[in-house]
């Protein structure tokens, strides 16, 4: 059974850093595209960052760019995000989510994900 677990969240403050993990099981997130996403309140899912299989390709969205880092430990079958110079505007949940591709590239459209953990919460306030 395909199972994405995240942790992580937390509240941080401004300027603050958390890092998230996404852990796997019941497949190799090696050879699936991998994506990380977030809901604030009233907004609709965004995504933020992602990964294609073999690690060939990644992307983040303007907002988060320079910021924060996806990463991946093929060992553990765990993907991450460092989130660094975190802003309140970074606050929601945060999802992992999975689809196995057979192109090297990534998407951050949530249509394009079947597998999705059951998300983290994010809040950064002072």
């Known amino acids: 059974q395909l199972q994405l677990v995240e942790s992580g969240g937390g509240l941080a403050q401004p300027g603050g850093s958390l890092r998230l993990s996404c852990a796997a099981s019941?497949?190799?997130?090696?050879?699936?595209?991998i994506g990380w996403f977030r809901q604030a309140p009233g907004k609709e899912r965004e995504g933020v960052s992602c990964i294609s299989k073999v690690g060939s390709s990644i992307y983040y969205a303007d907002s988060v760019k320079g910021r924060f880092t996806i990463s991946r430990d093929i060992a553990k079958n765990t993907l991450y995000l460092q989130m660094n110079s975190l802003k309140p505007e970074d606050t929601a949940v945060y999802y992992c989510a999975a689809e196995p591709r057979r192109d090297y590239v990534c998407s951050t459209l949530d249509y394009e994900y079947h597998y999705w953990g059951q998300g983290t919460q994010v809040t950064v306030s002072s």
């Open positions: 019941g497949f190799n997130l090696e050879y699936y595209a």
